[in-house]
């Protein structure tokens, strides 16, 4: 783990938020935005207290052509992942996602969405601001973790979604809380 990982990690937990990424699933991040091309750009829906911003910084190890955006609505978490020392190419910021996604019309190569707006809603939102070749990542996707009845609903319907959407391949694995990896399809013609 870097140290910018166990920074926000131990913000998170001084801020008592468990919903952290998780070391399994940061290992991924960490792997996939290492493969974003260059000048390339990242979306996180759901910065929280800055763990799994962390771990997208960590995979680009020192290269500062790629725009990381992370995006948290509440504002007391966001204000604890501010307080890290992010590099000038990052950008937080505070609020819903959906005006960057709807309005902004922004694109990217990997999107982790790991918030209910982007995730749960929004998510053909989400699906259309990823590049031809752009990977989405979802996590917490395994039903038996959750116990209320919304969230099993919810992480049905996001499976549902990506495994049916034409412009995606997809693939779901036991990894951490359970992810969703899906590439969209080139454009050809």
Same mark, same amino acid.
């Given at each position: 783990m870097s140290d910018l990982a166990q920074a926000a990690l131990e913000r998170a937990r001084a801020a008592e938020f468990a919903y952290s990424s998780d070391p399994e699933v940061g290992r991924v991040l960490a792997m996939l935005s290492a493969r974003v091309p260059i000048g390339g750009r990242i979306l996180e829906i759901g910065t929280g207290t800055g763990v799994g911003l962390a771990w997208l910084v960590d995979g680009l190890r020192g290269r500062t052509d790629v725009?990381?955006?992370?995006i948290e609505v509440d504002p007391s978490l966001a204000a604890v992942a501010a307080e890290l020392d992010w590099p000038p190419h990052v950008e937080l910021i505070t609020?819903?996602?959906?005006?960057?996604? %709807?309005?902004?019309?922004? &694109?990217?190569?990997?999107?982790? $969405? =790991?918030?209910? #707006?982007?995730?749960?809603?929004?998510?053909?939102?989400?699906?259309?601001?990823?590049?031809?070749?752009?990977?989405?990542?979802?996590?917490?996707?395994?039903?038996?973790?959750?116990?209320?009845?919304?969230?099993?609903?919810? %992480?049905?319907?996001?499976? &549902?979604?990506?495994?049916?959407? $034409? =412009?995606?391949? #997809?693939?779901?694995?036991?990894?951490?809380?359970?992810?969703?990896?899906s590439t969209k399809r080139a454009v050809t013609g």
């Open positions: 725009a990381v955006t992370s609020g819903d996602v959906l005006p960057l996604l %709807t309005e902004r019309r922004d &694109t990217f190569d990997l999107i982790f $969405a =790991d918030a209910p #707006s982007g995730k749960w809603t929004n998510l053909d939102a989400t699906i259309r601001a990823l590049h031809p070749l752009g990977q989405l990542l979802v996590d917490d996707m395994t039903p038996s973790r959750w116990l209320d009845e919304q969230h099993r609903a919810a %992480t049905a319907a996001v499976r &549902t979604a990506l495994e049916a959407h $034409a =412009d995606l391949v #997809s693939v779901e694995m036991s990894v951490g809380t359970g992810i969703i990896l």
